[in-house]
Structures are given as structure tokens and as C-alpha cells.
């Protein structure tokens, strides 16, 4: 079974600028979540997906958005980046509820 | 709002020692999971514990909640270099809505 899938794997972008990740969970995994880890902050919650619809979100700025599609794949979008965004997201997909998360190798992005 | 604190953050190590590792919170879990990130890398996933006094194996990881279900730990017994990495704990909170919070990790060195 493939596990959870991440593209791009690294990203540079400019202050200001936008960017879309991208996140393909395990087949039969219905449930999406996002994450941002930094070295200060530690692991921290950005919103969870379900069938096409958030059902939980953290404390982030607007700016972070997402969406998920019919076939559980799931996009973020940072609008208006920041050098504070810099950090590894990493994505994770599950069955839903509390159930075990499975993690992807994350996206570095790295803003100038 | 719940926290889960980690200790020690670092930990450096000779091969074969033993180590302990502590995850605490003043908020009840319905469960606790354990992940091993290594650079560049999503977390993996180890183990889960449901429920209170659960003790749980894994090779030379020994995994244990707390019976009020409120902290848990993880013993490596011989550690070896292979161990090396960041060790994370994640509560499974579900107070009005569900969520997971990180704990801070340990990195986690064992020098051969």
C-alpha cells in the first residue's frame, strides 16, 4: 500500500508571493490533516479534511487555506508569504476521527 | 487549552545505554501516539495507547500510559545508534471537537 504522498518536496519562494502544496493520502483514507513544524514552535495544527470539508482548523492567519478534492487528495494555499513561514509541512492522512495518523515526508519551504 | 510537555528535549547517548522518555499533560487523552522523525522526514508512526496502565512493546521500546491516561513515557533498552532521531508524543483530545496535540519532542542521539 503507498503511503502519503507530498509534492513539491522543496520550494523557494519571495515574500509576498503565494504557494500551493499538495498532498495525496492513502488509498481509503478519507481524512487530511495538515501540520507546520519549526524548530521553535514544535508540531502545530493547521486544519483537518474530511470528504471534501474542514472539520477542525488551528490558530493560523487567513492567509492558510485549503481544500480537499472528491478523491481525498488535499492542496494548501499560503497567500501573501512571509519569512515567518518558512517551515516543514507535513501532511497526514487517516480514517478519519481519532484514528491513526500516517505522515508524508513534508514540504520545506523556505521563504526570502 | 491543553499542552503536552516533553522530557528531556535533548538527550545524548552512549550505544547500549538505556533511556526514558516523558510525555505530561494536566488534560485527560482519549489516546497517545508515538512517532521517530529523522531529518528531513515526516514522523513515523510507533505505537498508540488507549487505554490507562497499557503497557505496549515494540523490540527494545517498551511503551507505557499512565493509568489516569494523563502522560505516558518510552523506554529504549540498549539503545543504538539507529535510534537516533526526534521522538514525539501526540494526545488525542476530544473536548467538544477532536484533535491532536504535539508534544515539544526529544532528540535523541546515540553515539556509536
Known amino acids: 500500500k503507498a503511503g502519503v504522498t507530498q509534492t513539491p518536496r522543496y520550494l523557494i519562494k519571495t515574500r509576498g508571493q503565494q504557494v500551493t502544496l499538495s498532498c495525496s493520502p492513502i488509498?481509503?483514507?478519507?481524512?487530511v490533516s495538515w501540520y507546520q513544524q519549526t524548530p521553535g514552535q514544535g508540531l502545530q495544527f493547521l486544519f483537518e479534511y474530511f470528504s471534501e470539508t474542514q472539520r477542525n482548523k488551528g490558530n493560523f492567519p487567513g492567509r492558510f487555506s485549503g481544500r480537499q478534492f472528491s478523491n481525498s487528495r488535499s492542496e494548501m494555499n499560503v497567500s501573501t508569504l512571509e519569512l515567518g513561514d518558512s517551515a516543514l509541512y507535513l501532511c497526514?492522512?487517516?480514517?478519519?476521527?481519532?484514528?491513526?495518523?500516517?505522515f508524508g515526508p513534508g514540504t520545506r519551504l523556505t521563504v526570502t | 487549552t491543553q499542552l503536552l510537555e516533553q522530557s528531556p528535549q535533548f538527550l545524548s547517548i552512549q550505544e547500549g545505554e538505556n533511556l526514558t522518555v516523558y510525555c505530561n499533560s494536566s488534560?485527560?487523552?482519549?489516546?497517545l501516539q508515538w512517532y521517530r522523525q529523522e531529518p528531513g522526514e515526516g514522523p513515523v508512526l510507533l505505537v498508540t495507547?488507549?487505554?490507562?496502565?497499557e503497557v505496549k512493546k515494540l523490540k527494545r521500546l517498551t511503551f507505557q500510559f499512565g493509568d489516569a491516561r494523563k502522560d505516558s513515557s518510552l523506554h529504549i533498552t540498549a539503545a543504538q545508534p539507529g535510534d537516533t532521531g526526534l521522538y514525539l508524543c501526540?494526545?488525542?483530545?476530544?473536548?467538544?471537537?477532536?484533535?491532536?496535540?504535539f508534544g515539544t519532542g526529544t532528540r535523541l542521539k546515540v553515539l556509536a
Open positions: 497526514a492522512s487517516s480514517l478519519g476521527g481519532l484514528r491513526e495518523q500516517y
Open positions: 495507547v488507549v487505554t490507562g496502565g
Open positions: 488509498s481509503g483514507h478519507r481524512s
Open positions: 501526540a494526545g488525542a483530545f476530544t473536548s467538544g471537537t477532536y484533535k491532536y496535540i
Open positions: 488534560s485527560v487523552f482519549s489516546s
